[in-house]
């Protein structure tokens, strides 16, 4: 899936006043994030860090610089990282073998099946002992590492989905960024009409409920209900978002990538094959790379009933089964620490997930701005199966061989299912 290969942003009001809260709150507290690790002579030992392959050289560089100043901090500490792919089925490996990395990715859509078969260290004890603040995390993020109350996990960054526009195609037909479906809707019915672009369409939507779901929350639908005990899918609220989202496609407005001769939305973007697209942050390192001469700009998503979309995050987590323990949430807190996430951010590949860490590159406030409306990629556990039936269900209705309705049937007895 290209959201977790590019998943994983900004000056202005929003992240000023961002600043200014947790700058107050960490002076009210009279702590820092040296105040809140072990002391370096404290640990030692080798411990292990996975992730998976994602960004290109940029984000191995990245990541490289921030274990290098880790290294520096605490030379008696060291550190071997393996980028694991794939990456879910190798850590399920190394968990059944009773050898997994000390210090892990985990996806906030593979979190709840981790947490529940106890793979996870619970970080409370820690965050007690040596006094550690999470008041800098925003709250919805640090919430998607939460399970039955215990908190497992921090958020190393995080990527919402906001609206990509060819600032040129718009202004051929005179049209600012749209803000709410209607406007969406008329908008590439103009570009249509002028045929713009031209070989194309005027929206790339990727079919996958990774987007859509976007769409289902800002008309008041759900997959599931607040306490995740019942499916919610079968509903005139996803029901009327399935064919909005479907419809620009069937309508002409909209193409898959698949349909645009792409490998994804941000590359139908940059062939200028589509006008207008939703992707996260990822999307701005990608053009930047490969089509510096494409003119768009970042907007946030559009809305219908509510303003919402979708967050995807990462958290750096213990392994249970860690043999040095003191040296892995050392080296995490590192992690997803102010010096830390500073340099992993840097580039823009992710956005901060803590309030007190600036970003030194622009060009993202939408991002920002939309973060506050950002629903975690997650569900409840079992969800996976889940999720490749409502997948392959979309794909069959973009196709023309199911209807919304039964799509919308099939999944609410997968659901059901895997909550019992």
Do not use: H
């Not at 970003?359 to 490749?388: C, E, H, K, N």
């Amino acid at each position: 899936m290209r959201n977790r290969a590019r998943r994983i942003v900004l000056f202005g009001a929003v992240v000023a006043s961002l600043l200014v809260a947790a700058v107050t709150a960490a002076v009210s507290q009279g702590r820092t994030d040296s105040q809140t690790m072990p002391a370096a002579q404290e640990v030692t030992g080798n411990i292990k860090l996975a992730g998976w392959t994602s960004g290109g050289s940029t984000e191995g560089v990245l990541l490289k610089q921030v274990l290098a100043g880790f290294a520096k901090k605490y030379p008696r500490i060291k550190v071997t990282y393996t980028a694991l792919d794939p990456y879910q089925q190798n850590m399920l490996a190394q968990f059944a073998a009773r050898r997994p990395p000390d210090v892990f990715y985990v996806d906030s859509n593979d979190f709840p099946d981790w947490a529940k078969q106890g793979l996870l260290e619970p970080l409370g004890p820690y965050i007690t002992k040596y006094k550690f603040s999470t008041k800098p995390y925003f709250p919805r993020l640090l919430n998607a590492f939460r399970y039955k109350g215990k908190l497992y996990g921090l958020p190393k960054g995080f990527s919402p989905l906001s609206m990509q526009v060819n600032t040129a195609m718009l202004a051929r037909i005179n049209a600012r960024p749209p803000t709410t479906w209607a406007q969406l809707r008329s908008v590439a019915q103009r570009l249509k009409a002028a045929n713009v672009p031209a070989g194309g369409r005027p929206i790339c939507l990727q079919p996958e409920w990774a987007r859509m779901l976007a769409f289902v929350y800002q008309n008041g639908g759900s997959l599931l209900n607040a306490s995740k005990t019942r499916a919610t899918v079968n509903t005139p609220a996803v029901r009327e978002a399935v064919n909005f989202y479907v419809g620009l496609i069937n309508d002409g407005l909209a193409g898959t990538q698949q349909q645009l001769g792409t490998g994804w939305c941000g590359e139908a973007l940059g062939k200028e094959k589509a006008a207008i697209i939703f992707e996260g942050n990822w999307v701005m390192p990608f053009m930047a790379e490969q089509f510096p001469s494409v003119n768009y700009r970042v907007n946030r998503m559009v809305r219908n009933k509510q303003a919402a979309t979708l967050s995807f995050t990462v958290s750096y987590s213990i392994a249970k089964a860690s043999k040095n323990k003191a040296a892995a949430w050392t080296l995490l807190t590192y992690l997803a620490g102010r010096q830390g996430m500073a340099t992993w951010t840097s580039k823009g590949l992710e956005l901060p997930s803590r309030k007190d860490v600036r970003l030194r590159v622009p060009g993202r406030t939408a991002f920002i701005s939309d973060a506050a409306v950002g629903r975690a990629w997650q569900f409840a556990p079992g969800f996976s199966r889940v999720m490749t039936v409502a997948n392959n269900e979309l794909t069959a209705v973009i196709e023309g061989k199911q209807t919304v309705n039964g799509m919308l049937a099939k999944i609410q007895e997968a659901a059901n299912e895997a909550l019992r």
